[in-house]
């Protein structure tokens, strides 16, 4: 397998360690860097196939935050991971509401950021254990997936489009992003995008959630 990651961190160091980092994600790994909101803007439009893009939160110019939703709204099929020293909760709450996938703290050991990339390339929005503890960034989702035992995530359910149904019923037969961008013809990274806007529209932030949350309004055969 191979990747092609953008990098975007006004420090050289930074962007070195972590392009050596991201090599044992796949096969092969091309890692392109910028070091502001702008260049990274232009990297991103010239580079249609990249798989996933890592921003700190703290760049010249634009703030990270306003990147990630002017990325969310160029390149919605375009995942988005945060790698920041800004772990406060408030932060982590408001890119994970910008539309990033993934939030890791600067202090992570590499194992801790491979691990989130790997889980959003997934499709799943994710934050390392030791965030989850002190803040309630995904509480939104996790509510969600509760909430529909009492009925309230059939509209939801109801206001997704026939494609993204399609995806849905795919994913609770267990078939990952590439089963199903072949099945239904279409790129993996179109099926991410149904997915990530499944999830939102479904208020769960993985996998799991969703086929609970399909089984509950009667989607799913228990």
Known sequence: MSLKILVIDDHPLVQEGVAT???????SVSVLAARDAEEGLRIAARHPDLDLVLLDLALPGMSGFNLIARLHERLPSLP???LSALEEPDNVRHAINAGA????????ATRVLLDVLKQVLAGNVTVPDALKSSTHALARGMAGAGSSATGSAEPAVTSLTLRQLEVLARVCQGKTNKQ???????SEKTVKAHVTAIFKVLGVVNRTQAVLVARRVGMLAD
């Open 21 to 27: 980092a991201l090599q044992s994600l796949a096969d």
């Open 180 to 186: 199903i961008a072949m099945e239904l013809g279409l």
């Open 80 to 82: 988005v991971v945060v």
């Open 101 to 108: 996938m993934g939030f890791v703290p600067k202090s992570a």
